[in-house]
């Protein structure tokens, strides 16, 4: 008997085959250079069958950045172990060193955020949940005070500006930019600690 041209797989394996071929497109192109029949081609599939699991390339788009948000998550959730400073350092190591290894993937998904209202949905929901892990391991608790919620948020917008330009640049090390972004994440704490008294820090 012949062998099959394809190998059957069930419907997770066969999903996931779609997202990571859609994966390393994305990275390589901006989105409205990349067809459905381009990613079809990369998974091995039909461009119908790739239509019957993902309705239209923004909804394959965004599996595809939720797939790379869940394993960026998992690697810079806090530790629990030492102080908010140095889980804060730990994570950023894990951040910075997975950017690294997908730079450009990196930086298409936040060239993408500028002009996709889709792609900066995602991005903004990442930066929230990063937000609720910071204040939970700082107050213990999601509902904190007002000026603590608005100067983390505007540290985070701060995080995102700082890796680009250290993507773009080339002329800071890793470590340079992790200290630089660890002493703006300080600033930030004392600026909300001296705007807002009442303000109960566990910092360690």
Not at 16 to 30: D, G, L, T
Not at 41 to 69: C, N, Q, T
Not at 81 to 86: A, D, M, S
Not at 166 to 190: C, K, N, T, Y
């Amino acid at each position: 008997m012949s062998t099959p041209a394809y190998t059957r797989l069930n419907v997770d394996e066969r999903r996931r085959q779609m997202v990571e071929a859609a994966s390393k497109i994305f990275a390589e192109h901006a989105f409205e250079e990349i067809s459905m029949r381009q990613i079809a081609e990369a998974a091995g599939v039909s461009k119908p069958l790739l239509y019957h699991y993902f309705p239209s390339k923004i909804e394959l788009f965004k599996a595809a950045v939720a797939d790379r948000a869940a394993e960026l998550q998992s690697m810079i959730e806090p530790s629990g172990e030492g102080t908010p400073f140095e889980q804060l350092t730990t994570s950023l190591d894990a951040y910075l060193g997975w950017i690294e290894q997908n730079s450009q993937a990196w930086t298409k998904l936040m060239q993408s955020a500028a002009m996709l209202p889709e792609a900066g949905e995602l991005v903004e929901a990442f930066r929230t949940q990063t937000l609720e892990q910071l204040l939970r391991h700082l107050t213990g608790r999601r509902k904190v005070r007002p000026l603590l919620r608005n100067a983390l948020k505007g540290w985070l917008g701060y995080v995102d500006a700082a890796i680009l330009d250290w993507r773009e640049s080339g002329d800071l090390s890793r470590d340079q930019v992790r200290d630089l972004i660890i002493a703006a994440f300080g600033a930030a704490l004392m600026a909300a600690q001296h705007a807002d008294p009442k303000l109960k820090l566990e910092l360690g």
